[in-house]
């Protein structure tokens, strides 16, 4: 007795599905709807900016004028925003500025760059909730410890005193520094590092010359976010800073004109002007660093 066994043909192969390209019409609404996003987002955040610009160099007595272009073009607004004969000295307030942001960043770097490579590179018990604690600290609203600051300096005899306020900002501005640096430290080579034990250089050695030449682009950004988020500090800066401490975001908030009753519009515009044109000016020139900086740590080669 015979079995004749027949063999069942193969199941064709499932072709892949054929994805017909994008029409021509589809690829000009997506690239409408690229530039009309960036229109929407360059007008609402350079608007304010462009309307405090106007007004800055628009006479003071057309202060109010909607005209959405410079008209009456002037600068006695920023002459207004130098002269000390009101009791403005603006000058002193960005030298103040200059001398807390400074301190502050330079701090701030100086701690955050061992503790980041510390983070990325020890293993020790609780570096997970330490690394949390850190992030959580930059969190905390500052709202919260105006009280206890101001108790407690005044108790040092610091109220109005640059310590006073550049303490207090280190404090907010190193779980920053920290948390980019660390991402960024824990993604380099540390091949490099263990190359140079190998070589005779000390732990030290290896950190100064291979890491941190290797973490400049983020050491760079995080130098220039810093600075900036201490120069806008003004909640702790109010309470604390006295007439020859006073910051610029002070200072500006306590402009007086002619008229006691009021506000001399034209030129605090002019004095903000001031203030943000220089750092849109190196934000501008090193945009590429920190660009670098910020994503250098985020993708894996």
Do not use: C
Not at 94 to 120: E, F, M
Not at 127 to 139: D, E, R
Not at 253 to 260: C, I, K, R, V
Not at 277 to 298: C, D, E, K, N
């Amino acid at each position: 007795m015979s079995i004749s066994m027949t063999k069942e043909p193969a199941p064709a192969a499932r072709k892949a599905p054929v994805v017909a390209p994008p029409s021509p019409w589809r690829k000009k609404l997506r690239t409408v709807r690229l530039y009309l996003g960036v229109a929407i987002v360059l007008v609402w955040g350079l608007g304010p900016f462009y309307w405090m610009a106007v007004v800055a160099f628009r006479d003071p007595a057309h202060t109010f004028s909607s005209t959405p272009w410079p008209t009456h073009v002037t600068l006695e607004n920023f002459r207004n925003a130098f002269d000390t004969s009101r009791g403005n000295d603006f000058g002193k307030a960005l030298l103040n500025s200059v001398i807390i942001g400074s301190a502050t960043t330079a701090v701030a770097l100086a701690l955050g760059v061992l503790a980041a490579y510390a983070l990325a590179r020890m293993t020790f018990a609780g570096k997970y909730l330490v690394s949390g604690l850190i992030l959580s600290a930059s969190m905390f609203p500052a709202v919260v410890l105006v009280t206890p600051l101001f108790q407690l300096f005044t108790d040092l005899g610091w109220i109005g005193e640059y310590q006073a306020m550049i303490i207090p900002n280190i404090s907010f501005v190193l779980p920053l520094t920290v948390y980019i640096l660390a991402s960024f430290f824990a993604e380099l080579p540390w091949e490099l590092e263990e190359a140079a034990r190998i070589d005779g250089a000390s732990k030290l050695q290896a950190f100064r010359l291979i890491m941190l030449p290797l973490a400049a682009p983020a050491v760079f950004t995080t130098a220039i976010l810093a600075f900036i988020a201490s120069v806008n500090e003004y909640l702790l800066a109010r309470l604390l800073s006295g007439e020859q401490t006073r910051p610029v975001t002070v200072a500006i908030a306590s402009f007086s004109g002619n008229d006691p009753l009021v506000q001399p519009y034209a030129a605090i515009m002019a004095a903000g002007v001031i203030v943000t044109v220089p750092l849109v000016i190196m934000v501008l020139i090193f945009q590429r660093r920190i660009i670098s900086g910020l994503t250098a740590g985020g993708v894996k080669s």
